[in-house]
């Protein structure tokens, strides 16, 4: 039963280094384990929602090289229900000159569905909502397995109207259209 307690308490202490770990039993078995165990959180704890808002010049729906940050874009965190689809959550924030986002929101929601959304362009020369990446999905629970209390969601964005010339040489560049243009022309256009 020694190298039980022996055995335990070297795993916690490596995944107290390696990650946040609750490991209840050590306290009894360790008198050198310092670090406390991980609580789960609590109504009145948080997680901190970060993301990324891009222009999308190439309307491919994935960043490139020439994709560029949108600012002060409204982005909007909601949760519901799964069954009844009845909100729970609404969070507003807003993209900073890079793009950025950060939006808290408090509580867990293991039982709702929750996602971050853009409706709106405020840039002129990017006007259309992404089909694809203009909603990125969001776990705010730690009953699943992800730790901590910040999630770093995909990114989200629009489309410019007209493709920009550059985009041809660009997918060239990262192999996903042949040296015809083929996936430009076929699917872009």
């Known amino acids: 039963m020694a190298n039980y307690a022996a055995v335990l308490a070297l795993f916690c202490t490596i995944l107290s280094i390696v990650g946040p770990a609750t490991c209840r039993a050590t306290t009894a078995t360790s008198p050198n384990n310092s670090s406390p165990p991980s609580a789960p959180l609590t109504a009145s704890e948080s997680f901190v929602i970060k993301g990324k808002v891009y222009c999308d010049p190439c309307r491919i729906q994935f960043p490139t090289k020439i994709s560029y940050p949108v600012?002060?874009?409204?982005?909007?965190?909601?949760?519901?229900?799964?069954?009844?689809?009845?909100?729970?959550?609404?969070?507003?924030?807003?993209?900073?000159?890079?793009?950025?986002?950060?939006?808290?929101?408090?509580?867990?929601?293991?039982?709702?569905?929750?996602?971050?959304?853009?409706?709106?362009?405020?840039?002129?020369?990017?006007?259309?909502?992404?089909?694809?990446?203009?909603?990125?999905?969001?776990?705010?629970?730690?009953?699943?397995?992800?730790?901590?209390?910040?999630r770093v969601v995909n990114p989200i964005g629009f489309m410019v109207k007209e493709i920009d010339p550059r985009c041809k040489e660009i997918l060239a560049e990262i192999g996903i259209m042949d040296e015809f243009g083929t996936f430009f022309e076929e699917v872009c256009l």
């Open 71 to 150: 600012p002060n874009t409204k982005v909007v965190l909601r949760c519901r229900q799964r069954e009844s689809g009845t909100e729970t959550t609404k969070v507003e924030g807003k993209s900073d000159a890079k793009g950025m986002y950060s939006i808290t929101a408090t509580g867990d929601h293991e039982e709702e569905i929750c996602d971050v959304r853009i409706t709106e362009s405020p840039d002129s020369k990017c006007p259309e909502v992404m089909d694809d990446e203009s909603i990125a999905r969001v776990s705010l629970t730690d009953k699943n397995g992800v730790r901590g209390k910040t």
